[in-house]
């Protein structure tokens, strides 16, 4: 899985961008391969290493098999930290007033007075059964108020790009997304980007 930025963007942020999905590109590779080092031994990452007598397994190479598990928990950790590291890159690269320092308290309180002002920046033609929309709830009509960190200020142009950079950068990882539902309700839904619900795309 991979995902590009937009030409236009060639400043310093998005080179950092590009710089940590080299290093993503990087530790996901080492992370399969640390899998089919268990793969090839017929076993995960709970299987036993010992027989019922409580000695280690002659069937399998128990040091590769438990030097693979240690690496891949490392492998794990580091991908954690970086994905953090990218999401936060991104909205640089989007929304250049945002910093990646955190917040101090009086940006929290300016944050949470000014949240009620968010406008729509997309709206949901329309979602798939089973998809990662469906699971989250979205429902076709939706006004889309916050998606992540990217709000209507993230969008130059009418081009979703930021969105679709997001959502590439965080397959299998939780997005708060915050909706406005056709009563006027505003409605806040976890959605989790991710391949093989049986449809095309992250999304749905």
């Known amino acids: 899985m991979g995902f590009t930025l937009p030409p236009r963007l060639n400043n310093p942020s998005a080179d950092n961008v590009r710089s940590l999905m080299a290093r993503k590109d990087a ?8 899998f089919s080092i268990l793969q090839s031994n017929a076993v995960n990452m709970d299987t036993p290493l010992v027989d019922p007598e409580g000695f280690p397994r002659a069937d399998i ?4 098999v438990r030097h693979a598990r240690v690496r891949i928990i490392e492998l794990r950790n580091d991908h954690k930290a970086l994905m953090d590291k990218i999401m936060l890159a991104l909205q640089e690269v ?8 955190p917040a101090s308290a009086s940006d929290l309180s300016t944050d949470n007075a000014s949240e009620g002002a968010l406008q729509p920046f ?9 998809s990662p929309a469906a699971s989250a709830g979205l429902l076709r009509e939706d006004l889309v108020l916050s998606f992540g960190p990217l709000t209507k200020s993230s969008f130059a142009t009418s081009s979703l790009q930021p969105l679709a950079e ?6 299998n990882q939780e997005v708060i997304i915050e909706v406005l539902r056709s009563d006027n309700r505003r409605v806040r839904l976890t959605f989790i980007p991710r391949r093989g619900w049986g449809g095309r795309g992250l999304l749905g």
């Not at 989007?94 to 320092?101: E, H, K, L, N, R």
């Open 122 to 130: 997309a709206r949901v033609d329309g979602v798939a059964p089973g």
């Open 61 to 64: 190479d128990v040091w590769a």
């Open 94 to 101: 989007y929304d250049p007033a945002v910093q990646s320092q």
């Open 166 to 171: 997001l959502v590439a950068a965080q397959e």
């Open 27 to 34: 530790i996901e590779a080492e992370m399969e391969a640390q």
